[in-house]
């Protein structure tokens, strides 16, 4: 038992606050604080939040016109497990922890995106498999403070840098790396291990790599990632946003990068190139790659990044390092070999996305799912009716995902209608409260996605 967790079992009891932490379905980090005396109090039993925090959209409003599980609907109680696992010294005076959300009777709130990667990772252990995984994280950091750029609407904002906005660039002014260094210092502090961080396509935008580790812990550091860049923008006067595309330039992506093991090795290795269980893994998430849009590309700005030849996937498709693809295999290596999932915008929620993600892996190996051909050529700009493109609404992600057998089986129906009838919420919404579909970015996208998720 570590210190920390000795010291809020009443061990030595100190005077410090400490922050629950979790994610709603969009992403947004959640939590309260709470005093030394009250976690002690509730670290087994839980802590209770209303369960409108999986009922409310991002504009505050209850998503409404979709059928409620027997637990949601009347402000009843889900509660908040910590995971002591993840207990950190957050700053001076603050310590903080993820968890889950689970209800009265101790079964897991079947929606809950922490709960549904824990479900997925489960279930491939139950096949004598582990998974590593890697995510990249896109972000755009402007000059202006976050109090600035609300009074502008979120529009005209000096990208952080300088203009250029070739990938690698370094001549970037020195606030650039001074964000970007106060950055890396804080992730270290809350043990958050990252691989390399550098400047992406558009003027401002940053990619920085974690470092691999397995799903679960993964996610989590997805999560204070996110959180450390926003609160080091914000101590040094700038803001920094995740939005799918927060300019009519170019969009952000997560991508997530995938391998399993098997007692120690990497069974996506072989000589020859792909080895059997990639081959099944690739048909299986091709399988369910229109379905799973929904999940990966969850906001009306998701889709506003596939255009073609602007670097995400539009197609079903996958190939061998080909980044043109949706799904691109690394082969050759026997450390190294891995699956490249490229489809998510960096507005997704990791934990519903790496769900999505091994729900397509696991039923490519249990049902030995074959690919189809891998595409050589560039998968952009192809003759209409030669691939199948992605779904390229929100309304039509939701469709294929409500349609999907399989994400249905593996994710839960209970999941499955409940996400589709938030995302048609969300159509319902920017359709009716001053969203602009003919617009390269409407100001309402940039009003409710700018600072969330």
Not at 64 to 90: I, K, N, Q
Not at 126 to 142: H, K, M, N, P, R
Not at 419 to 434: D, L, P
Request: charged share 20%; glycine share 10%; net charge negative.
């Amino acid at each position: 038992m570590s210190e920390l967790t000795q010291s809020y079992a009443g061990v030595d009891a100190r005077p410090r606050g400490l922050r629950l932490e979790a994610t709603n379905l969009d992403g947004s980090f959640l939590g309260k604080r709470v005093t030394p005396k009250k976690f002690a109090s509730g670290v087994n039993a839980g802590f209770a939040f209303a369960d409108l925090l999986f009922g409310l959209d991002l504009g505050n409003a209850p998503a409404l016109g979709f059928a409620f599980p027997d637990w949601r609907g009347h402000l009843d109680d889900v509660y908040f497990h910590p995971d002591m696992s993840t207990l950190v010294e957050w700053e001076p005076g603050l310590d903080a922890v993820i968890g889950d959300y689970w209800l009265k009777d101790g079964t897991p709130v079947p929606i809950c995106p922490r709960n549904l990667t824990r479900k997925m990772i489960d279930r491939l252990t139950s096949l004598g498999f582990t998974a590593t995984v890697a995510v990249e994280i896109e972000a755009t950091v402007f000059e202006e403070s976050v109090h600035e750029a609300r009074a502008r609407g979120y529009r005209d904002l000096t990208p952080l840098g300088g203009s250029a906005g070739t990938a690698y660039h370094l001549a970037k002014s020195k606030d650039w790396s001074g964000y970007m260094n106060a950055v890396a210092d804080r992730l270290q502090a809350v043990g958050i291990e990252w691989e390399a961080w550098s400047d992406e396509d558009a003027a401002g935008q940053v990619e920085i790599n974690l470092a691999p580790g397995d799903p679960l812990t993964l996610c989590d550091a997805w999560a204070r990632t996110r959180q450390v860049m926003r609160e080091v923008a914000f101590d040094r006067g700038h803001t920094v946003t995740f939005m799918a595309k927060p300019t009519a330039g170019y969009g952000q992506a997560s991508h997530i990068n995938l391998s399993l093991q098997r007692d120690g090795a990497n069974v996506f290795y072989a000589e020859e190139g792909p080895s059997e269980t990639m081959r099944h893994a690739i048909g299986g998430l091709l399988a369910t790659l229109e379905g799973n849009c929904s999940i990966v590309l969850p906001q009306i700005t998701s889709y506003r990044r596939l255009v073609d030849l602007s670097g995400p996937p539009v197609t079903v498709s996958w190939g061998v390092s080909n980044k043109t693809t949706a799904v691109r295999a690394v082969c050759g290596h026997p450390s190294y070999s891995r699956l490249e999932y490229r489809v998510p915008g960096a507005d997704a929620n990791l934990y519903l996305a790496l769900a999505g993600v091994l729900a397509g892996v696991i039923a490519g190996l249990e049902r030995k799912i074959e690919p189809p051909e891998p595409v050589t050529d560039m998968a952009w700009c192809m003759p209409p009716g030669l691939i199948t493109r992605l779904p390229d609404t929100i309304t039509k992600a939701a469709a294929a995902l409500e349609g999907d057998p399989i994400l249905r089986d593996l994710l839960g129906a209970e999941f499955v209608d409940y996400w589709v009838g938030s995302r048609r919420w969300e159509w319902m919404q920017f359709h009716t409260a001053g969203g602009d579909p003919f617009a390269e970015l409407s100001s309402w996208e940039s009003h409710r996605y700018f600072e969330l998720p």
